[in-house]
């Protein structure tokens, strides 16, 4: 069982640069999130899915795409990449909405670079 | 909105001391549950301990526990007889969806 795994772990991007993050699961979780984590600062919701084929927004969804075509799968496309998007990116999973009634599982992070 | 305050950028303790870490949110809600994840330098997101909102009585774990006051918003984590793997960043969150403090880095003097 190996949990929630993101691929890569560091990448440096351009400017105006594109690239996925990839994150997966095998715990058969509904509920899939991405977090950014900006330095000095807490983790922040970018999107989140309750299942395969339904994606929704989180507090700072701009400037990145979500898609959920299976249950395993939730990868996070940055489309222009900015220097505001430089960041430690988390991927999560849980089997319930509330992290209370089951807890989140996070992954290891992508720590990304743009410049 | 939900959110979570983290008053203490930076706690020192002496190996095998007590420290407590502060939090206050501010939820509209009546239920909810609040956490405290622990990220060390592997960066790691660990779940120390979790606490629902009409539940009175204080969660603990281990050595951890913490100090629930619903009326406050206020939800303090205590590290009893405090170990050098407890080196880490702290975060408090508040669910649903989580929101998290922008941590307290602790340091353990040996």
């Known amino acids: 069982n190996a949990g929630v795994t993101q691929t890569p772990k560091f990448r440096i991007l351009k400017i105006g640069q594109s690239m996925t993050l990839q994150c997966a699961q095998d715990m058969n979780h509904n509920y899939m999130y991405w977090y950014r984590q900006d330095p000095g600062m807490g983790l922040k919701l970018i999107y989140y899915?309750?299942?395969?084929?339904?994606?929704d927004k989180g507090e700072v969804p701009n400037g990145y795409n979500v898609s959920r075509s299976t249950t395993e799968d939730f990868p996070l496309r940055l489309e222009l990449a900015a220097p505001s998007q430089t960041s430690v990116y988390f991927c999560?999973?849980?089997?319930?909405?509330?992290?209370?009634?089951?807890?989140?599982?996070f992954g290891p992070g992508t720590r990304l670079t743009v410049t | 909105a939900q959110t979570v305050t983290q008053s203490q950028p930076e706690m020192s303790v002496q190996e095998a001391e007590t420290v407590t870490l502060s939090c206050t949110y501010d939820t509209s809600e009546s239920d909810y549950y609040l956490f405290w994840y622990k990220q060390p330098p592997s960066r790691q997101m660990i779940l120390v301990i979790r606490q629902e909102a009409y539940k009175q009585q204080n969660a603990t774990e281990n050595r951890f526990s913490v100090n629930f006051q619903k009326a406050a918003k206020s939800f303090s984590l205590k590290i009893s007889d405090s170990q050098l793997g407890d080196a880490a960043m702290y975060f408090c969150?508040?669910?649903?969806?989580?929101?998290f403090g922008k941590g307290t880095r602790l340091s353990v003097i040996a």
């Open positions: 999560a999973s849980s089997y319930y909405r509330v992290a209370g009634i089951d807890e989140q599982y």
């Open positions: 969150a508040i669910d649903t969806p989580l929101v």
């Open positions: 899915s309750v299942g395969a084929g339904i994606t």
